[in-house]
């Protein structure tokens, strides 16, 4: 009799030990690795606006939340109502004319533009072109997005802006062209830094690397390969490439004309130090 009951605890115990592994499995959270997401495999819905693309929606290493998305936007539409959130914001603009306003002011800008939304600035855009506009969005959040205050960037960060591709100062490179934007630190990120790449067809932008923080990649014109620990995915126009914290990566121009894209690098307060690789 002791010896079944004990045979009855010691299945019961392993019922229950096997329980908690699964419910701890079902709770441990998938942080987004390095991934490339070819707009072409996106597939368009239909919105009361327009369309809409979504990219991913996950943590990373170093951030809280990642979130990408593209909207079309119809002609003569409004994104939203102005709007505010805590989370930081930033906007490529893919095709078309938009007029974008920012705490009530607004600024016109073409194809190529990147647009910056600092936390809790009121924000949307108009469609004021004649065709439809399409643009991709960027939104994260780090541990420092809860404690954002309800008003203007401190003159101190990064404050909200629009970078009009127009007006981007070029700097010819012995593999292309390089534009500034920015470099600077945020409110919620403590350094946030944008540059626009045009790379020679054939040509790698350098040797393959890994950094600690995280780097998102996307491609304007042309086509591009990117190799993460040695595997290569290609990809064109509209997609975008995450390049996770620590991992290999490297870029080339797998097209026969010159290729540009936008680089963007974020540095939290989770960011691993250059002596933790």
């Not at 946030?192 to 014109?221: F, N, Q, W």
């Amino acid at each position: 009799m002791l010896l079944l009951l004990a045979r009855k605890t010691v299945v019961v115990v392993a019922i229950v030990l096997a329980l908690n592994v699964i419910v701890s499995a079902q709770n441990e959270v998938k942080l987004l690795g390095s991934t490339v997401f070819d707009w072409e495999a996106l597939v368009p819905v239909g919105t009361e606006v327009g369309e809409r693309r979504d990219f991913v929606d996950s943590p990373t290493a170093t951030l809280k939340r990642f979130e990408c998305h593209a909207t079309t936007l119809d002609p003569g539409l409004d994104s939203h109502p102005q709007h505010q959130h805590a989370q930081e914001e930033f906007i490529i603009l893919k095709e078309g004319l938009l007029d974008v306003i920012i705490n009530g002011e607004a600024t016109r800008a073409g194809p190529g533009s990147l647009f910056f939304y600092a936390a809790n600035d009121f924000h949307s855009v108009r469609n004021v072109g004649e065709e439809p506009a399409t643009y991709l969005v960027f939104s994260y959040a780090t541990k420092e997005t809860q404690f954002a205050p309800d008003e203007p960037a401190a003159k101190s960060a990064l404050a909200s802006a629009v970078y009009d591709w127009e007006k981007l100062a070029v700097e010819t490179t012995k593999k292309g062209a390089r534009r500034e934007l920015f470099d600077s630190m945020t409110v919620t990120a403590e350094r946030l830094r944008c540059h626009v790449t045009s790379l020679h067809a054939g040509l790698v932008s350098h040797a393959a690397h890994r950094h600690p923080d995280e780097e998102i990649i996307v491609v304007k014109e042309g086509l591009l390969e990117a190799t993460v620990e040695g595997k290569s995915e290609t990809a064109g126009p509209g997609s975008v490439f995450f390049f996770a914290s620590g991992e290999l990566h490297g870029l080339r121009n797998a097209g026969e004309t010159e290729a540009t894209y936008y680089v963007i690098r974020i540095v939290t307060r989770d960011t691993p130090t250059e002596s933790s690789f």
